[in-house]
């Protein structure tokens, strides 16, 4: 037979025959043993009204017979009065005189018991009763080694089996749908095995009582620990649903609350980003989880919208006709859908025009082609007589002076109209290329960087 088979044969002989070995262990001599219950509650005897003295002396044999059996109570002097028995001489510890008191209230016969004990100082009968116990425990504990070995020895060898079953992380990883699941089930199964084994080893030791009070306490204490990491706890179960229900890819611009940046990866604690700075933002995925997430990248198609203001005297509708005749000869800008203006507010002495248009932020740079647009609407009005509001108050004199009216008169400057000839936009040379300066760099650290990713492109993504 191999030696490898020999020696399973032997382990789980020895496993079998393990629970019978630790009970003749620890198993103390029959002739050693002295049956003594003591119930909890002893019901006063009746008093016999013909008791003698004959029966005191019985009570009083019958005691110091049960007392001499008895270590540490063999010194108790017993004196019995119609019933009436009285304890006393030097005794060791209160436990053994509350023994001694419970021992003769249960003789038949007693009507009531006094104790008037005094306590033992003397070394030899307080030492030795300890000594003896200690010695009593340290040759059961050796007796038992034997069997403890083996009880470790399972409990390792169970471990020790989980420890290869989660180390499978291929599998596992092929078995559940993302990276961070199959941390999970790993961690999972090596913690059951391991709980597993110490059952098994405490089994063979006959001490399953003991796991169920260790159990007990482990549970107040993680109780306790929850409370005390609930943040982390909150934080852990917020990467599970990020890792499941994905709201972003690797490289998305996105804002997350009032942090915009490119995402690098997502760990099982945060989110790592990438701000427009070329800076690292990490954020923890409790935060994300709660977070309203804005994502650029999921739609290609941007809308850019800015604000002109004209001149009251100017006339909005030739304002606006101008506006989009410059920002729709951008080549930049997309003909669908088509770039629209509004009058948003009319002010004390201009008139408030909004302008959108819409681009493609895969060939354009979504801030280059709004400044760009800008400057061309801004232009455009300009060199069409447009008049943009001014950081300055314009005055009003009514009934004023002839002389200061011919002033005014004089400065004023005649509103263009809908028939004010007007230029054609000129399609200007823009250059409005994307900024994919920060998107290498995130593409250089991903594929650099040998940290554990859970973005993944084939879960789905919310």
């Not at 020696?7 to 070995?21: E, K, N, Q, T």
């Not at 540490?72 to 028995?85: C, F, M, Q, R, S």
């Not at 990438?274 to 990490?282: A, K, P, V």
């Amino acid at each position: 037979m191999p030696l490898k088979s020999r020696f399973f044969s032997l382990l789980l002989l020895a496993i079998g025959l393990g629970p019978l070995v630790l009970n003749l262990a620890l198993a103390e001599p029959a002739s050693a043993q002295v049956a003594v219950d003591e119930p909890a509650d002893v019901p006063e005897p009746a008093i016999d009204p013909s008791a003698t003295g004959v029966d005191d002396r019985a009570i009083a044999n019958r005691l110091r017979g049960i007392f001499q059996e008895i270590n540490g109570l063999e010194a108790i002097a017993i004196k019995v009065d119609a019933g009436v028995v009285r304890l006393s001489g030097p005794i060791a510890d209160s436990e053994s005189a509350d023994r001694a008191e419970a021992i003769a209230q249960r003789v038949s016969g007693v009507v009531t018991v006094e104790t008037q004990f005094e306590r033992d100082l003397s070394v030899g009968s307080n030492v030795e009763p300890v000594v003896d116990k200690f010695g009593a425990t340290l040759q059961s504990f050796l007796s038992a080694l034997p069997l403890i070995g083996i009880a470790f020895l399972a409990a390792i060898l169970v471990g020790l089996l989980g420890h290869f079953l989660a180390s499978l992380m291929g599998f596992w990883r092929r078995v559940t749908p993302n990276i961070f699941l199959a941390e999970l089930i790993a961690g999972t199964i090596r913690v059951v095995f391991i709980m597993i084994g110490i059952f098994i080893g405490l089994d063979i030791l006959n001490a399953t009582a003991l796991l169920g009070a260790v159990l007990g306490g482990a549970g107040v204490i993680g109780l306790a620990v929850g409370f005390a990491l609930r943040d982390t706890v909150d934080n852990y179960m917020s990467s599970i649903m990020l890792s499941i229900r994905q709201p972003f890819r690797a490289n998305d611009h996105v804002l997350i609350g009032e942090r915009e940046g490119r995402v690098v990866r997502l760990t099982s604690r945060a989110t790592i980003l990438m701000t427009m700075d070329g800076n690292h933002l990490r954020i923890p995925n409790a935060t994300v989880f709660k977070a309203e997430i804005l994502n650029y990248s999921r739609n290609p198609e941007r809308r850019f919208s800015f604000e002109l203001g004209v001149d009251a005297d100017d006339d909005p509708a030739a304002a606006i006709e101008t506006g989009l005749s410059a920002i729709n000869g951008q080549d930049f800008v997309l003909n669908d859908p088509e770039a629209t203006a509004e009058i948003s507010e009319v002010g004390d002495s201009n008139i408030v025009i909004a302008f959108h248009g819409w681009v493609d932020q895969r060939h354009s740079d979504f801030k280059k082609a709004r400044g760009a647009a800008i400057r061309v609407t801004k232009n455009a009005l300009e060199e069409c007589g447009f008049a943009l509001p001014e950081p300055i108050y314009r005055l009003r004199f009514d009934n004023g002076p002839p002389s200061l009216s011919g002033i005014i008169d004089n400065g004023q400057r005649p509103a263009p109209t809908s028939e004010t000839p007007k230029r054609a936009a000129v399609k200007e040379a823009v250059d409005v290329s994307p900024e994919d300066h920060v998107e290498k760099l995130v593409d250089s650290e991903r594929s650099g960087s040998g940290s554990a990713d859970l973005l993944d492109d084939q879960q789905p993504v919310e």
